[in-house]
């Protein structure tokens, strides 16, 4: 799942997170067009409304798109922010 937040980003955060996690959505990336940062949120906690693993990627940094298989695809963080 990804979501393009800017004035969005409270409610994404506070109210569909939990939401994902609690389903099992084992990925959840906000581009934080605010911040100019790719958070990503992986180890989905069902029944806690949370993720256990949080990342916040710069610019500079590659965010990793995970597949089936232990492929994935990896994309700069620049090219998902404007």
Excluded: C, W
């Excluded at 990804?2 to 955060?13: F, H, K, T």
């Excluded at 959505?25 to 693993?53: D, H």
């Amino acid at each position: 799942m990804i979501e393009v937040s800017d004035s969005s980003l409270n409610y994404d955060r506070t109210v569909k997170l939990p939401i994902y996690a609690d389903s099992g959505i084992p990925v959840y990336f906000i581009v934080n067009l605010k911040e100019r940062v790719v958070e990503a949120y992986s180890e989905p906690q069902e029944n806690g409304g949370r993720y256990l693993k949080v990342e916040r990627l710069a610019e500079g940094e590659s965010v990793r798109i995970p597949a089936t298989h232990g492929k994935g695809l990896e994309i700069p963080a620049r090219k998902l922010l404007p």
